[in-house]
């Protein structure tokens, strides 16, 4: 199943199964929107002034990881319309490259396991890997994250 | 070792050992707060809007976990001085319970973990596991990542 899934009904447990892919809406990111995530959350020079940037790890303006994976929890709300929300219990994240100014995000997450709940059979968790590519495929970040999902009700 | 470590000298690879223990400042964090950040990055009813989150999986407004994340990178870097700074690879994190109006954050990190470069003799990766609690003790976020971390020039 390959789903653009704006305004898509809610899904629950029963309507997923291992290898379902959902493509995200996209998300160009800039030098203010980088700058002012670091501003809040992780000011250090290389997140914060491209030209203090250029002396570091780095070599120029990058987004802080976490301003990466917060994006891309916006385009997974966006593209995974769970029933009762995306709720995630816990995540593995990996930078393979820096987010830089001028990228456009987007995410392309797939179903790679469906866990029913032993305790209660209401819900389970299904595991989703989330890759957030720019608009050269280059991938930005890794995701491997646990999220609830709850089944039809009666 | 334990710091309070705000206008502490920078650290290299060189002066950090396993156990070594960093507890940062804290962070009132409040709805306000809440809804700005899920307003942006995790626009779901739960975060966004205490009336509508009553009837949620949350029971009552809740911060976005990756807000959680987001604050918690920046007691880090208030807290672990590294030399050229606190640069991740990736990181595990989950949260045992959510983050409310009201909590006041604070991360102590522990070094678990020392791994120098096989192919680069000047750095090597640093595993550290960064707890984020509140006021009274309850753990809201556990998280491991690994940093990047230099040795002293020549």
């Known amino acids: 199943m390959m789903e653009a899934a704006s305004g898509a009904k809610p899904l629950y447990l029963d309507d997923l199964a291992v290898g379902d892919v959902f493509i995200s809406d996209t998300h160009p990111l800039d030098a203010q929107q980088i700058v002012q995530f670091a501003s809040q959350?992780?000011?250090?020079?290389?997140?914060?002034?491209?030209?203090?940037?250029?002396?570091?790890?780095?070599?120029?303006?990058?987004?802080?990881?976490?301003?990466?994976?917060?994006?891309?929890?916006?385009?997974?709300?966006?593209?995974?319309?769970?029933?009762?929300?995306?709720?995630?219990?816990?995540?593995?994240?990996?930078?393979?490259?820096?987010?830089?100014?001028?990228?456009?995000?987007?995410v392309t997450s797939r179903i790679i396991e469906i866990i029913p709940s032993r305790s209660k059979p209401d819900r389970g968790l299904i595991v989703v890997e989330c890759i957030t590519s720019n608009q050269a495929g280059q991938v930005l970040q890794r995701m491997v994250t646990k999220v609830l999902c709850f089944r039809k009700e009666g």
């Open 41 to 106: 959350f992780d000011p250090q020079p290389f997140h914060l002034d491209a030209d203090a940037a250029q002396d570091t790890f780095f070599q120029g303006l990058a987004a802080s990881g976490w301003h990466t994976t917060a994006i891309t929890m916006r385009l997974i709300v966006q593209s995974l319309p769970l029933a009762r929300g995306v709720i995630g219990a816990g995540a593995e994240v990996s930078w393979p490259q820096p987010t830089r100014p001028g990228d456009v995000l987007q």
